[in-house]
Every structure is written in structure tokens, then in C-alpha cells.
């Protein structure tokens, strides 16, 4: 049997594992887990390769006494055999791997079927309620909220982990195609310098692993979610809010597991408006990227937001930048460097920072097609939670998917709006400013509250 992992990177609460594990039993198989790592993904760095290489190190040190036999498959350049998963399923019974529907998983995974000569099946562990509940796209927080709920209780009833029955003999893995990473002989700063990937993005600070985002998820429940609801608005507290997306997106821990924290902790009380983002925002954003093939692009919008904007398309705008400006922090707006900045930094972003961030695409770019691209475009270069159905989701959200339409004005015509000085009223805008900006603060991102420009300048490169 071969568990083919790709974006469940992680051995607890891992329903492909599970039915692997299932299928191997009932046919008194042993089961191989391989995962491997290519540089032809998209905004492939050396910061997306070393946060998944350290998990993978963590993994390769566990996989003994759980009983499981894991193997790390570095492909350093293009030239390299690329096809080391079709020449292990050609000895497998049964693949099964991840279903997921962004960072190019769910393509790679239909392109391997349509040429394997063995039966191939994908299940989804990156939602709380199974996926397969919702056959068709939910529009909204409201309509998905009460069909969560009802599952809520079947989907955090524990499920016992256990290892195959047989192990892999010792001659039949060594025999494999494909050579292992070695991780206690092989040191990583070096394996990234030969990858052919993108080497302008840098690693962050940010540890990686299960061990990592067990100590954050349990140290979030502990000591900040009783205030969540009142801190997490707040960009400048950096424990303010969970800090979980990287672990999530990288599968390196389940929202399973963090939901069953928050509810038998000390605070349940306090944990509903943790649970409205990690169950109904994050599932309702998985619902979105697999039920909707436009996800990445304007057609996935309602009709009153692509006419709204094809409207005011025309109208004059604040400022017009191109894409390397929004890349250099380029901006006449200090808060909206800052957040490039933090983003490019630290591989992470607020949420509160991260939805004035996407806004002003639209308010800064000539067409509302090249705004949502590049938002897409420097959210998933950058940031380590980038490429994740809560990623498209968010970016789509400031252009007005999941939401209503608002007073018409210039620019934006009907898709809400953001107001710099509302910010200033709720967090300060200053301290933020100070750690990522290096520019003096400039008035409103889109004027007073009412949302109207504050000015007509062009960009010094516009």
C-alpha cells in the first residue's frame, strides 16, 4: 500500500493516513507513507522548502515508534527523475493520498490518476466537518454556520490512531525507487542552496513542525483566548491571536485538535468567536476553493460586485501603481508598506492588517482583474499560509466575495470599504507603523470613514 503524502503533513488525525492504514490491514499489505518535495511548484522559495524540510525531519525522527514506515524524497533539480511516485505505485495495490484543493495539490493529484495503472484515492483531512457534506458552494458565513454546528459534535468524536499491522521488511524499503533524505547527515541551509527554487525569499524565524504548533495552539487556549474576542483586532499584540494558519495550511497540526483545546479548556466560554474563524470562516473558505473552479480569479464573484466594478473601472483613481511598486513597498501609504513588509519579513501578516492590505489593490490598480492577481500573486509568494483555501478566500473577500453590497462610491462603486482612520480609532496604527514602515504617515487609506478618495495624486511611477 502507498500513502502518497502531500498536504496532510502530519501522522495524528489524518484521514488519508487512516484509510491507508485501513485499506493495508484489510489486505494484510504493509504500507509505505512517501512524501516528497519538487521545485516546480508554483512560488517555490527557500522559505516554503525549509518550513516544510524541518516538519519533514520531525516526521522522519517519529515514524519509527509510531510504527510507520516514512520516507522524504528531495528532488534538488528539474532534471531529476520526476517520476519516483508513478514508479512506486506501479508496486502498490492501492494509492491513496491528499485531496486539497489550492497550492496545485488537487491538479497534480488528477494528472497522476489519469496515468497511473492502479486505483487512485484522495481524501480530504484539512477540514473539521468532511467535506463531501456540501456537494454545492455555500455563499456565506450564515448559510454554512447552522450545517457546521450540527456535525460539529460526530466530527470531534476521537478516533484512535494506530499503525499498520505489518511493517515494511528493511530489504523492500531500501529497495525502493527514489533516494531519502537523510536528515541527521544531511544539513538543510545546504540542501536549499542546490534546489533549483527561488532563493530571494528567505527563510523565516518561524519554527516549523507538530511539537512547534502544539506548544502555540496550547499556549493561544491557556493565555489568550479569554480576551480573543477584544485582542485579536489589535495588529500590534503579536500573541494576540492564534498564529496558527502556517501550522494549519502545511497540515503540521489538524483544526480538529485545536477546536477539541479551545472547548475543553478552562475558557470555553470565551472560545465562540475563535471557533466563528477556525470552524466557520476557515471551512466555508475550503467549501469555496474546491466547489468553485474560478476561485483564483474575478468570475468566482457575485454579479453585483464584477458589474460594480466594471462601472467604476474608469474612475480616477487616488494613486495607480504596477506590481513591483505593491512588491516594494512602493506606496504613497505608510500603513500599507508596513503590511507589505511584515508580510515579506515575517511570511505572516494580520488579519486585521491583511484585509486593508487587499482593499487597496483595487483603490491603487487601473483594472480590478491585474488588483486581485497581484494580491494572489504577493500573498502566496510571501506568505507561509499563502496558497491555502483561507488565503483565496481572504484576498476574495476584499474584492466582496461572501459579503453584501455596500453605498455606492467612486472606485470601489459597491464592495465595502476600509477606513484608515477607523483603524486609528481601534489599534494603534502608529506602533505598527513604526516596526514595519519607514515613512511618514499619510492621511486616510480611503479618506474619511465615508470612504471617498482624499486626493487625485498619481503614483511617482504611475
Not at 525549509?50 to 528539474?78: C, H, K
Request: glycine share 6%; hydrophobic share 40%; with cysteine.
Amino acid at each position: 500500500m502507498l500513502y502518497w503524502m502531500q498536504s496532510t503533513h502530519r501522522f495524528e488525525e489524518n484521514w488519508a493516513l487512516r484509510a491507508a492504514i485501513r485499506q493495508a490491514d484489510t489486505r494484510h499489505l504493509p504500507l509505505v507513507i512517501h512524501q516528497g518535495l519538487d521545485p516546480t511548484y508554483e512560488h517555490a522559495s527557500d522559505r516554503i522548502h525549509e518550513f516544510i524540510l524541518r516538519n519533514a525531519g520531525e516526521l522522519a525522527s517519529r515514524a519509527d515508534q509510531l510504527g510507520l514506515d516514512y520516507r522524504f524524497v528531495l528532488r534538488r533539480t528539474r532534471d531529476e527523475d520526476r517520476r519516483v511516485v508513478d514508479q512506486l505505485a506501479a508496486r502498490a495495490a492501492i494509492v491513496i493520498t491528499d485531496l486539497f484543493p489550492t497550492a496545485g495539490v488537487w491538479e497534480r493529484a488528477m494528472r497522476f490518476a489519469q496515468r497511473a495503472e492502479v486505483r487512485v484515492v484522495a481524501v480530504e483531512s484539512h477540514g473539521i466537518i468532511p467535506s463531501g457534506l456540501f456537494e454545492r458552494e455555500e455563499y456565506a458565513a450564515r448559510t454554512i454556520r447552522p450545517k457546521l454546528h450540527r456535525f460539529l459534535p460526530f466530527a470531534l468524536e476521537p478516533v484512535e490512531d494506530r499503525p499498520p499491522r505489518r511493517r515494511v521488511p528493511s530489504d523492500m524499503m531500501a529497495s525502493l525507487p527514489g533516494k531519502p533524505l537523510n536528515f541527521a547527515r544531511h544539513d538543510l541551509a545546504q540542501e536549499l542552496a542546490h534546489c533549483d527554487i527561488d532563493h530571494s525569499v528567505p527563510p523565516v524565524s518561524l519554527p516549523s513542525g507538530r511539537n512547534a504548533a502544539l506548544r502555540r495552539a496550547r499556549t493561544f487556549v491557556d493565555s489568550v483566548m479569554q480576551d480573543y474576542g477584544t485582542r485579536r483586532i489589535d495588529p500590534t499584540d503579536d500573541e494576540g491571536s492564534s498564529r496558527l494558519s502556517p501550522y494549519l495550511h502545511f497540515g503540521q497540526i489538524s483544526a480538529i485538535e485545536v477546536v477539541r483545546m479551545a472547548l475543553e479548556s478552562e475558557h470555553r466560554r470565551e472560545a465562540e468567536a475563535f471557533l466563528n474563524e477556525i470552524l466557520v470562516w476557515r471551512e466555508l473558505a475550503l467549501n469555496f476553493s474546491l466547489r468553485n473552479p474560478s476561485y483564483r480569479t474575478l468570475d468566482a464573484l457575485p454579479a453585483w460586485v464584477n458589474k460594480t466594478l466594471t462601472k467604476h473601472e474608469s474612475d480616477p483613481r487616488e494613486s495607480e501603481y504596477s506590481m513591483q511598486d505593491f512588491e516594494e513597498a512602493g506606496t504613497h501609504n505608510d500603513l500599507w508598506n508596513a503590511a507589505q513588509r511584515e508580510l515579506m519579513t515575517t511570511g505572516v501578516m494580520h488579519n486585521v492588517v491583511r484585509m486593508l492590505w487587499g482593499k487597496h489593490f483595487i483603490a491603487w490598480s487601473k483594472r480590478p482583474a491585474d488588483a486581485l492577481a497581484w494580491a494572489l500573486h504577493l500573498n502566496n509568494k510571501y506568505g507561509i499560509d499563502g496558497r491555502d483555501p483561507s488565503s483565496y478566500a481572504g484576498v476574495q473577500w476584499c474584492f466582496g466575495k461572501f459579503d453584501r453590497p455596500f453605498q455606492e462610491r467612486p472606485v470601489l462603486g459597491l464592495v465595502r470599504p476600509m477606513s484608515l482612520e477607523r483603524a486609528r480609532k481601534k489599534w494603534d496604527v502608529d506602533a505598527y507603523v513604526a516596526r514595519w514602515g519607514d515613512a511618514p504617515t499619510q492621511p486616510g487609506l480611503f479618506g474619511d470613514s465615508s470612504g471617498g478618495p482624499a486626493s487625485r495624486r498619481t503614483s511617482r511611477r504611475g
